[in-house]
């Protein structure tokens, strides 16, 4: 932080940390669209072979991008919030449930899903024979928006990133997106919650279930029979893999 602070000191260390974002943006860009290596040269790939099987650069984990977030204040979020709301469960989990934003009570816990609708979903995990330890829970944005309101487009943005590197550090073979936000925001689309569910969806080599938010289920318990639907097809693919 002290590096950024000093405005002439710091401009070398800043224009390196441009370039390296720039890159960084650049080889996701070519992973996204299946560049898996490049040809190398000969001096090229033993300097490679130097670092001793090691990857740089490649091994992410959750910790690395929590201290990444720091206090984070990308958006206007941070200026209300108690807690930053990370996620919580198996770093290992070949399954992760996602929703929208922290309520009132993860704000304050720091902890996804644990106020009314946080115990539905323990239900529903448990009735696919599974526990909250097995799982990844998290969110798509962190913070919470003010009054529990679907988060704005740009604050999406601001924490979509920290989300899609949760994801390349866990590495699920599933996930069970709840609700419109978490659904829409991983499929790139503006397709109703209704018309998605029910069905997987394949991004990026995960399985991804689009099902109702267990808030919605509180307000509309008719809605739980096809949340129910979706799960036993999640559970039927799980215990298959």
């Known amino acids: 932080m002290s590096i950024i602070q000093n405005n002439n000191a710091s401009l070398p260390a800043k224009k390196l940390a441009v370039s390296i974002e720039g890159i960084k943006n650049y080889l996701g860009f070519l992973s996204e669209i299946g560049v898996t290596g490049f040809d190398c040269s000969e001096k090229s790939l033993r300097i490679i072979q130097s670092w001793g099987g090691k990857k740089p650069f490649l091994n992410e984990t959750l910790e690395k991008i929590i201290t990444d977030m720091g206090e984070c ?9 108690t807690n930053i709301v990370f996620g919580s469960g198996n770093p290992d989990a070949r399954l992760v449930f996602v929703g929208k934003a ?102 990026m080599g995960i399985r991804v279930m689009p099902t109702y938010h267990p808030a919605d289920l509180l307000r509309n318990e008719n809605k739980k029979r096809e949340v129910w639907e979706d799960m036993k097809q999640l559970m039927c693919e799980y215990n298959e893999v």
């Open 73 to 81: 204040r990308q958006c206007s979020l941070c200026n209300k919030r």
């Open 102 to 203: 922290p309520g009132s009570d993860e704000d304050i816990k720091g902890v996804p899903f644990v106020g009314e609708a946080g115990r539905l979903l323990t239900k529903i995990i448990e009735a696919i024979k599974l526990s909250r330890d097995q799982v990844y829970i998290c969110n798509i944005v962190k913070c919470r928006p003010p009054g529990n309101r679907n988060p704005s487009a740009d604050e999406i943005m601001a924490c979509l990133p920290f989300f899609k590197r949760q994801m390349k550090a866990i590495q699920p073979k599933f996930i069970c997106a709840m609700g419109s936000v978490a659904a829409q925001t991983i499929l790139g689309t503006t397709i109703p919650i209704s018309k998605l569910r029910g069905t997987f969806y394949d991004v």
